[in-house]
């Protein structure tokens, strides 16, 4: 399957200029302790932050001092109609149009809202109001249509994956029958209005309650993960979130809505947790957003939408000290109330952060990774393929006639390739693994033109040719799909003008 992948990752580079899934960070609002909103409006210019959701004890918010703060900022901003107030914008028109009125036109467009949400995750809410979600979207469209606005401000509502009734396998993913008489009328405004499927999605909630059937690496986008295969597609996941994105598709698909875009509202993995989470640590907090932020302005869609793009919001820019529940409830955050860092991200997803220390990698302390002399051939080429595929290194070094091919063996190519992730990733022993696969080495096994990645060195942005050295590799059938590509090329750049 080496060739497919290549082939995707070429359209992906010819139209890459036309596509980007946007990253933005959730404001959550939930504590007694958080700087005033001028303060938070300058520390999310600092991270060059362009996409950010007002959130206030769960809820989307229209917090007026909020909204006044990012006016004239160049960000974008997603507010809302907490679950509280869907009833009397249900029930009356003028409630909606005084609201929009008071909250929104006065300050916009100098504040950039884009994205208004009526209700949130309704369905897990202890007062059931799922049936007022579609009469108060149609209130709020009502009002900006009136304001001229509707073809500017997107309506949505957010989502758990509880409103799924099933999710695994993927392809299997199906909407909880009960709740059919809200969700069909609601798939059918957001068509209606080019808006997307809103879902918040959790991995670190899969794993800490099935630690058993999913594991951390998968959960975290490690490449140490096994493959998970949808028995029914053939489709292989490498990653939970991947997962998650796709029973939410195959559901829609099943209620033939597979035209709609899903957008994930919020995600994200706690720093800190109870004695019983040990996946709540400021490392795999880390490592989650790290991957998650490159694996969606890569353009990397997922297993039954390869190459789409993929909106995400990660929760949450805050410790949140006011929230209820277990201890990693309130330890979701990105930075602590005084604005100092927990760890830190790269969000343009293409450069180095060290993993172990947060802070951004300046020397590897002399080391590399390179492929265990003890290790299995099956081992070494599970690891390569991952590295050159999901792990996004680029491995056209050790293709034929480059630098890196010889010596043509898979102990050789393997070295090279987990070395590429290793330094992109951290330079640390996580990063180095790959199943037991790799070790750390003081000694640069870099030789004749054949130069191994240092902490440092300049990477390329965007694979030119991920192409994992794989058996089985068929020349023909590669070149038909080349041809195809390309045949094709004057369609992608032309859909891309448009």
């Keep these: 399957m080496a060739h497919v992948a290549f082939v995707a990752l070429l359209f992906l580079l010819l139209v890459g200029h036309c596509l980007g899934g946007k990253v933005g960070i959730c404001y959550g609002r939930n504590a007694d302790d958080l700087p005033a909103p001028d303060k938070v409006v300058q520390l999310i210019q600092q991270q060059s932050l362009k996409y950010v959701a007002h959130l206030r004890h769960q809820h989307y918010d229209t917090n007026i001092d909020v909204i006044k703060a990012f006016a004239n900022t160049g960000v974008e901003l997603m507010v809302g109609v907490p679950n509280s107030d869907l009833l009397p914008f249900a029930q009356y028109q003028s409630n909606v149009d005084t609201w929009l009125k008071n909250s929104i036109l006065p300050y916009y467009p100098a504040t950039m809202i884009t994205y208004i949400t009526v209700g949130a995750e309704v369905t897990?809410?202890?007062?059931?109001?799922?049936?007022?979600?579609?009469?108060?979207?149609?209130?709020?469209?009502?009002?900006?249509?009136?304001?001229?606005?509707?073809?500017?401000?997107?309506?949505?509502?957010?989502?758990?994956l509880g409103i799924l009734s099933?999710?695994?396998p993927p392809s299997a993913g199906a909407f909880n029958s009960s709740y059919a008489y809200f969700?069909?009328?609601?798939?059918?405004?957001?068509?209606?209005?080019?808006?997307?499927?809103?879902?918040?999605?959790?991995?670190?909630?899969?794993?800490?309650?099935?630690?058993?059937?999913?594991?951390?690496?998968?959960?975290?986008?490690?490449?140490?993960?096994?493959?998970?295969?949808?028995?029914?597609?053939?489709?292989?996941?490498t990653n939970m979130f991947d997962a998650q994105i796709d029973s939410i598709f195959f559901a829609l698909m099943a209620l033939n809505f597979k035209t709609l875009k899903i957008m994930v509202t919020e995600t994200g993995w706690p720093n800190k947790g109870a004695a019983k989470e040990t996946g709540a640590t400021p490392d795999n907090a880390q490592t989650y957003n790290t991957n998650l932020i490159r694996h969606v302005v890569n353009d990397s869609g997922t297993p039954a939408k390869p190459g789409e793009e993929i909106d995400v919001y990660i929760f949450s820019l805050f410790n949140e000290n006011?929230?209820?529940?277990?201890?990693?409830?309130?330890?979701?955050?990105?930075?602590?109330?005084?604005?100092?860092?927990?760890?830190?991200?790269?969000?343009?997803?293409?450069?180095?952060?060290?993993?172990?220390?947060g802070g951004n990698i300046t020397n590897a302390n002399g080391t590399w990774c390179v492929a265990s002399a003890n290790a299995s051939e099956t081992d070494l080429q599970n690891g390569l393929n991952w590295a050159c595929g999901p792990g996004n290194v680029d491995c056209s070094a050790i293709q034929p006639s480059q630098p890196c091919y010889q010596p043509d063996t898979l102990a050789s190519h393997a070295s090279y390739a987990f070395n590429s992730y290793y330094q992109q990733n951290g330079a640390n022993d996580v990063a180095c693994d790959?199943?037991?696969?790799?070790?750390?080495t003081t000694k640069d096994p870099s030789y004749d033109t054949c130069v191994y990645m240092a902490a440092g060195s300049k990477m390329s942005t965007t694979n030119s040719s991920n192409l994992p050295v794989q058996s089985g590799f068929s020349p023909s059938r590669f070149d038909k799909n080349f041809y195809l590509l390309f045949s094709m090329l004057p369609i992608m750049i032309a859909a891309c003008i448009v």
Excluded at 149 to 156: C, F, N, V
Excluded at 434 to 440: K, S
């Design 434 to 440: 790959f199943g037991g696969t790799g070790v750390r």
């Design 183 to 237: 969700l069909k009328p609601m798939l059918e405004f957001l068509v209606e209005n080019q808006a997307p499927f809103m879902v918040d999605l959790y991995p670190y909630y899969a794993y800490q309650n099935s630690p058993s059937n999913v594991s951390l690496n998968y959960a975290l986008f490690s490449p140490q993960s096994q493959d998970v295969i949808d028995p029914n597609t053939g489709l292989v996941y």
């Design 322 to 357: 006011r929230k209820p529940g277990i201890e990693s409830e309130r330890n979701w955050g990105l930075f602590f109330p005084d604005q100092s860092s927990i760890y830190s991200l790269d969000w343009t997803g293409r450069g180095n952060v060290d993993i172990m220390t």
């Design 124 to 160: 897990e809410s202890p007062v059931n109001v799922s049936a007022l979600v579609v009469p108060a979207m149609r209130n709020v469209h009502t009002a900006l249509k009136k304001a001229g606005l509707h073809k500017k401000i997107t309506i949505s509502s957010t989502h758990s």
């Design 166 to 168: 099933r999710s695994f």
